[in-house]
């Protein structure tokens, strides 16, 4: 038996005290809650971090510093152009972007068939960048990841290199994007229960 094995209970009751505690402070996404729930009940499963899939405008000093960005607007959900724009204005320096991510999961799995199945079951209904992302003497992790993605610059140094029409453009983009990897969650959590067979 692996240690990851042998402590896999013990870690699942501190990542569940830590998830209950993120919960009451407001910090999961509302519209993900009901698959964690789903995968947190599974003998051989639980979750460690979760993203339900976002929409941003961030303000980067250079290319890839995201240590040192700021959120200008972000939403786990469909923005409007509106709401795009009035996180725009808040922009002052360095480089503006517009980003959409997929929905993100590490799962932590019992044993390496278990976060076999994961993969397989979580690759088959969309999710195709998921991977095994740790496999160590302390812990077998599964990364849920999908293909939605945008980067698109915006500007430099507080000059708007787009127009609004552009951004309507790419806010409906957008939009379509994160509205199909929602789909891929439910798909997910409707598949979920084939892990207890």
């Not at 993120?22 to 993203?51: M, P, R, W």
């Not at 959409?100 to 590490?106: A, G, K, T």
């Not at 999710?127 to 812990?139: D, L, Q, R, T, W």
């Not at 790419?170 to 067979?197: D, F, H, S």
Request: net charge positive; glycine share 4%.
């Amino acid at each position: 038996m692996f240690l990851y094995e042998k402590n896999f209970d013990l870690q699942k009751k501190k990542a569940l005290e830590s998830l209950n505690d993120a919960l009451k402070k407001g910090l999961v996404d509302s519209d993900i809650i009901s698959l964690l729930d789903k995968i947190n009940s599974l003998e051989n499963y639980f979750t460690t971090s979760s993203c339900s899939g976002r929409i941003s405008v961030m303000q980067m000093p250079d290319l890839g510093d995201k240590l040192n960005a700021i959120w200008l607007g972000k939403w786990h959900r469909e923005v409007s152009l509106e709401e795009v724009l009035e996180a725009i204005k808040k922009y002052k320096e360095g480089q503006l972007w517009f980003l959409v991510r997929s929905p993100i999961l590490h799962v932590s799995a019992r044993t390496l068939e278990d976060a076999v199945r994961f993969l397989n079951l979580a690759i088959g209904v969309g999710f195709k960048y998921s991977n095994i992302k740790s496999v160590s003497h302390k812990k077998l992790l599964v990364e849920i990841r999908s293909t939605e993605r945008m980067d698109v610059p915006l500007g430099k140094d507080g000059e708007l290199w787009v127009s609004t029409d552009y951004l309507e453009k790419i806010v409906k983009m957008a939009n379509l994007q994160l509205r199909r990897a929602k789909e891929k969650l439910r798909r997910l959590e409707n598949e979920i229960e084939k892990l207890k067979k």
